[in-house]
């Protein structure tokens, strides 16, 4: 009873409020010395780059457990700059201590879509956080580095199958990452993160179909960066493209889809929404204690 006369001080919000979590999600989005002015982008980021280390075969990594929190995965060069947006989190998870950070993370990712203009996400609650593990123990629910994508792979078939066998990996199709790789109508690359600079639409903190646009009708020139790092720029120098962007133009399965999303919207959008939502589920085993060590909070209220 003591414990939870403490939490209830302590805490902003009931347990169960992630209506309260999503208002304090979306006031720390606007910030005028944060890249384009939001912080949406990274947020969407972190969301995905917490859920994407899922491998189906072996059952391990996801969004559940928060593994981000710990090495190996803080320290795998694919999630630098994240340690920024988790960062920002703070401010959200000390006002609602009572929210796990894998809720909090993937809540993020998707109330910033929606924030940005994109669609309704079908974010569900439940996650739990794995506690730290004892110095020096490897623990076998952080995944290794290496699962998530290697954007250097490209423009060809070498970029296709390494995007297949990333997304296969977690049980997404062909579909799904071409309609999740629309996400990068948002946000920008940095020369101290991943080495690439710049955006890759003219509008990155508006959620759009405009990724596949620029993609089909721009023209894409390689420019080796200062740093020696290759990427493609369009001829006016603005707006750019990784060469796994480009891969998705080197097969006509992914190019169907490419076709498709840029003529419509709606159907990107319709298609953008299940995608991220399967994403954000990848290996969350709701209650069981194998998943965190913690019991699991209760789903309190309607889904949001
Ligand atoms: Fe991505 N992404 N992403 N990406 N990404 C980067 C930035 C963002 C790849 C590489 C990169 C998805 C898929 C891929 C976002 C969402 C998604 C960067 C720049 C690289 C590199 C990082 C930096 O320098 O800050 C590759 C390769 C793939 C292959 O599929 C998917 C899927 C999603 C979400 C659904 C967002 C948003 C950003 C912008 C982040 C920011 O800070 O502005």
């Not at 319709?270 to 399967?278: I, L, V």
């Amino acid at each position: 009873v003591a414990a939870f006369g403490v939490a209830t001080v302590f805490s902003e919000s009931k347990a169960g409020d992630y209506e309260a979590v999503k208002k304090d999600i979306i006031d720390t989005l606007d910030d005028s010395d944060w890249d384009d002015g939001s912080w949406g982008p990274v947020l969407v980021r972190l969301a995905w780059h917490a859920s994407g280390t899922y491998e189906k075969k072996s059952k391990t990594g996801g969004s559940d457990g928060a593994t981000m929190r710990y090495a190996p995965e803080s320290t795998d060069g694919a999630n630098a700059g994240l340690d920024k947006a988790r960062a920002k989190l703070e401010a959200v998870k000390a006002k609602h201590p009572w929210i796990s950070y894998a809720d909090l993370w993937t809540l993020a990712g998707a109330t910033a879509i929606e924030a940005m203009g994109g669609p309704k996400i079908n974010w569900k609650p439940g996650r739990t956080d794995l506690p730290a593990p004892a110095p020096g123990v490897a623990s076998a629910k952080i995944p290794p580095n290496g699962r998530l994508p290697d954007a250097s792979k490209g423009p060809g078939v070498n970029g296709v199958d390494h995007l297949r066998f990333i997304f296969h990996k977690m049980g997404l199709d062909d579909r799904d990452i071409v309609a999740l790789s629309g996400a990068h109508a948002l946000g920008r690359c940095h020369p101290d993160r991943s080495g690439f600079d710049g955006p890759w639409t003219h509008s990155p903190i508006t959620f759009s179909n405009l990724y596949y646009v620029e993609l089909l009708e721009n023209f894409w020139i390689e420019k080796k960066l200062p740093n020696g790092v290759l990427q493609y720029r369009d001829p006016d120098d603005t707006i750019m493209m990784l060469p796994s962007d480009l891969a998705l133009l080197a097969d006509p399965v992914f190019k169907k889809w490419v076709v498709a999303y840029a003529r419509d919207e709606k159907l990107f959008f319709e298609d953008f929404s299940k995608s991220f939502g399967k994403l954000l589920e990848l290996g969350v085993t709701r209650g069981q204690a194998s998943s965190g060590g913690l019991s699991s909070i209760p789903i309190i209220g309607p889904l949001i």
